[in-house]
Structure formats: C-alpha cells, structure tokens
DNA sequence: TTAATGATGCCAAAACCTGGCACCATTAAG
DNA sequence: CTTAATGGTGCCAGGTTTTGGCATCATTAA
C-alpha cells in the first residue's frame, strides 16, 4: 500500500469512526504504529486538524471542518457514487474497488466542507447485509493494477494473452488464449477467452491468474460467447 | 521535493509559460530530463492534455481545457467507479443508480474523449451474473427522489418521520418512527426504526413507504441497533 | 545534413519509507 | 501511589521507490 493511499484511508477512518486510537488505526490499515503516527503528522502538515490526547482515555480525533476546496457535482450525485461503491466493497471485496474509494476520497474532497458533513453523518446510518457467500480473495487486491495493464490492450487491440493459471486442483498451466470476455460472479472475475489450443471457450478466474502478458503483433476475430440467460451486460442503459 | 510537489510545479509553470520544452521545465524544477518526461506521462494519466510535438521549433504546451478539472482523477479511478455503478445497476437496480450515473457522466467529461472511448470499448467485454433473486422494486425508482427529501432531515437533525406503511399482507398503518438506520438486503432497502408507541425496533420496506414526513419540532436519541452479525456498516472499510 | 527536441528502455546509485526498539510524558483507573 | 493505556520522538537496519545518466530512436525545422 502506497503512502498517499494509507493516508487517505486514515482520513476515511478518521471521518468515519468519529474517535479512535493509534493502535486501532495502525490494525485497521495494516502498518505499523510508528507509520501512522508518522502519517498523522503528515496530515497535519497538509492543513488536517487532528485533536489528539495522550493517556488512558485519550485518543484521536479530525476536525470535520479541516477539509476544503470547490465543487462540480451535486451532493446527491456524490452520495450516488459513494452508496454504489460502498455496495460494491460491502458485497466481497470486488477487485478495484480500493481505486474507486480513491477517486471517490477525492471528489468529496471538492465538496463544500459543510455539506461534505452532513454527508457522511447520514451515511453513517447506512448498514448492508451480505451479498454473496464469502470467497478467499485475499491476492487480488494486489494484482490488480498487473491485470489491469496487461487485459486492456488485450481487449483493445484485441491481442492473444499469455498466462499461468492454477486451476482449482493447484496444477499450473501455461496458456495462450483470445480474451472475450469478463464476467462477474461476486465477488469473483472470471477472464472468458477462446483457447485455440482447444478450439473451444475456457473461463479463467482472475485470482488465479498470473503473469499476464499481451503477444504483440497478434490478432484475432470477436466470438459470439454462448452465455447463460441469467448473464446480462455490465453496460449502462443510459450513460 | 516531493513527487507530487514537483508535478504541480509542473502544471502551474507550463500554465504560467503557456508553453516551453522539457530542458527548461527541468531546469526549473530542478530535476532531470528523464524525470520531467515520466512526470508528464503520470499528468497524462491523471487527464491533463499536454501538447507535444518532437522536433526544432516543438515544445509542450498544457492544453487550457483540461485545467479545469479540479479534482485529478486518473483513468484507472473513473474507470472503477465506472465499474461499480454499473455493476450496482446491473446488480438489480439499487435506486439512486440514476443519480450516480448522472454523476460519472460528468467525471467522465473530465477524461480526455479519447480515453474515454477506450473505457467504453473496454466495458463493452464486461458482463455480470445476477447477484439477488428478482424481487419486484419498479416503483422504488420513481420514489428516491421523495424518500431522499424526507429521509436527510430525519437523520440529520433527528427528527420523528411520520409515513403510511403497506405490510406484507397489504394492511396499511400510520407510523411515527424514530429513524436508527437504513439497511439495504440487495436489492432491497429497509428503514430500521424505533417505534415509541409498541416501544420496539420495527424495519421498513423503502419501497412499502409513502407520504413519508418530517414532523418538525421533534428529537429523539439514537439507540444501538441490534443488528445480526452479518450486517456491517456501508462506510467503506479502509482500502 | 544537422541540431534540437520528444520519447523510451535500462541500470546503478541515491533517496525515501517502514517497522522495530527504547524511551518519555500524560492520563485515568484501581 | 502504582499501573496500564495512550500519544509522541529519536534512532537505525533493511527494503522499496525514485532518480539521473546513458544509449538510442523518431521527428522536425533550419
């Protein structure tokens, strides 16, 4: 985890639990005490206002007002977006949903500081259940950015994409396969390719993926991908 | 000084210049050609449109347009919240998706319509599975608009929320509740709330609420919500 | 043709970040 | 008073990231 990111997720944390301690939040971001007593400092430095006390009882605690600058959306539209990624993390982790917090970090920083708080308090009072029975993804979160980089061009140019998968009997293969498709089963991506090898469709899933590498200067034709009627287009109606 | 530092100081001197060449930014930043390079590919992928063109006579120039997004979104941030918003609406129709929508197409405005067109194509691969079995909310989406007004307020400054509720046998009733929480069981909203008069928690189906209102004048004090333990906050957990 | 310029890959050195440790000051509880 | 919990600082070894230099290429105007 990048500094600038921690940091961030200090802030949410901050905003979200109202007061807490060091230890908690070094728990609750995975570092150590001495980094986040180190990033609080930072923090400070950038204009944050963090009440601390020392001593049993004490305690940390931000400021509301310490954040600022201008706005392009509406409060309703970032609570849109702030309820539609929260959903999306509270259902099992989907994969880049730390990069949407990031951005969403960001543009509620562009709300006015006021409303920004009336905001959070009433999301407070949000709960939601579980979506989906809870998978093992613990190593996704990592490779993200890797699949990220390496399936776009793969999608766009449409190039073959060679890997290494570990199929659910933990035996590695090498393959070379025309990505399709990707389908999600929450919380679980599955590449869906063409495998020439085979002549036949094959589903990959995304966790078990690694070392992805786009073939250059190869190519190949779109396939009609014999989906089930329950699968239906990620694609926004309208937008 | 510091990455980020140094790539404002960047913006702002090819603002300022209007335009010059990369030997010049990097005398003036004091760093190294190479740097300066890489600094202007991680602007490109934060959305500022940098014109350059190779050659005696060339040079950058920091096209004015794209200045004016404030908030720095890199592609790989639209492109998540892109994902979660439609994967929400596509989840089964979560109400404010309509909002969030209109939310990104603005963010999305900010990209520059190249890239934008590449996200879009690579969204065209994107499919998903159906997250909830189909329950009927067709009128929830024509409500949010109403639900929201009344809701904010009562959370906001606690005020008792008085509305006629439609039970699973049909019978309608009067409420006067005190509003504790909003609990969403994909894709279906509740409204968790005390009931004074039958001195209980009671939810609430969102889409079996109408005529929802404030009674104004009237405080309460929020109570510890009983949830199972497999209900969690919707607040996103630190990333 | 030539010199200026943007652009990219590679690599070793420099800079920075991290986590553990020792230690201190303050505070509330017993 | 003693004790445990807490925030805060300095220091250092190890690890990670960033940086600058270099070679190289493509493009453009003089």
Redesign the pocket.
């Known amino acids: ?3 600038r990111l ?1 940091q961030d997720a200090i802030v949410r944390y901050l905003r979200r639990t109202g007061a ?7 728990q609750e971001v ?13 923090l400070r430095d950038e204009g944050f206002v ?1 009440h ?9 605690q931000l400021d509301p007002q310490s954040v600022q600058t201008t706005t392009r959306l509406s409060v309703a539209e970032v609570f849109a977006l702030l309820i539609s990624v929260a959903s999306m993390r509270a259902a099992g982790g989907l994969p880049f949903s730390d990069l949407a917090d990031q951005g969403l970090a960001k543009i509620e920083k562009a709300l006015p500081p006021e409303k920004l708080r009336d905001l959070r308090r009433f999301l407070d009072c949000l709960y939601v259940g579980q979506l989906a029975p809870q998978v093992d993804i613990s190593d996704l979160g990592e490779m993200d950015a890797d699949l990220l980089a390496a399936f776009e061009p793969a999608f766009l140019k449409q190039l073959r994409l060679q890997f290494s998968y570990c199929d659910a009997k933990g035996v590695v293969t090498q393959r070379d396969v025309e990505p399709q498709a990707m389908l999600i089963l929450p919380p679980v991506w599955y590449l869906v390719a063409w495998d020439p090898a085979r002549q036949d469709f094959r589903h990959f899933r995304m966790d078990r993926i690694s070392a992805p590498e786009c073939v250059e200067g190869t190519s190949f034709r779109r396939r009609h991908v014999p989906f089930k009627s329950d699968v239906r287009p990620l694609q926004p109606a309208s937008a």
């Open positions: 985890m990048n500094t921690r807490t301690t060091v230890a908690d939040l070094a995975g570092a150590s005490r001495r980094t986040i007593l180190r990033d609080l400092n930072s963090i601390s006390e020392p001593g049993r009882g004490g305690g940390l």
